[in-house]
């Protein structure tokens, strides 16, 4: 089974760090991790989260003058990042009410927007600050490595084999496949 299909040139060419593990265990723990430097979770669902973090990731940024942008393709309700972000170092919070006003006619699902429409959307965000000669960090959050695990349209994966894992089987073949593609 070939899961890297186009990533492959990437992975002989560019510098790949394949032991690379999370910040914590779950979605919503190394999120807290990645953006606030900190290994106490959950911050964004308490009154810390109001607090800003010296090491959070956006920060450096921001004080260089950078405009600092925080894009999900899910909603920004989720765990209140709304709100907390704009204390560690965001100056704008872009979610899938963004997407879905720029892109009317994108195929959405229960968690978002697909990846193709998030990148095309931050690579406006960029073209627009490069017109304007003005530096932007943008931190993308995607909902693809969740449920439903739907394969974009226009995507034509490569041939998988799930006997490959006939020692370990998943409890769903049909999501075992969505999930590989």
């Known amino acids: 089974n070939d899961l890297l299909g186009r990533l492959r040139k990437h992975f002989a060419e560019d510098y790949v760090f394949p032991n690379f593990v999370s ?36 920060l450096p940024f921001k004080q260089a003058g950078y405009r600092t942008v925080f894009l999900t393709s899910g909603p920004s309700a989720w765990r209140n990042i709304a709100d907390i972000l704009k204390y560690q170092g965001f100056d704008e919070i872009h979610d899938q ?15 978002g927007a697909p990846d193709e429409i998030t990148f095309r959307y931050a690579r406006e965000l960029l073209d627009q600050a490069d017109a304007a000669g ?22 034509v994966p490569g041939p998988l084999n799930l006997g490959a894992w006939a020692d370990r089987p998943p ?3 049909a999501l075992g496949q969505r999930i590989l593609q």
């Open 171 to 173: 409890p769903d073949a």
């Open 23 to 58: 910040g914590q265990n779950g979605t919503h723990r190394t999120f807290e991790s990645l953006l606030m430097n900190s290994p106490v979770t959950p911050l964004t669902q308490g009154r810390y989260g109001y607090h800003t973090f010296s090491g959070a990731a956006a």
């Open 97 to 111: 009410a963004h997407l879905r006003a720029r892109y009317p006619d994108a195929p959405f699902n229960i968690r």
């Open 134 to 155: 003005k530096p932007m960090f943008i931190f993308i959050f995607t909902t693809t490595n969740h449920t439903p695990h739907l394969v974009p349209e226009g995507y």
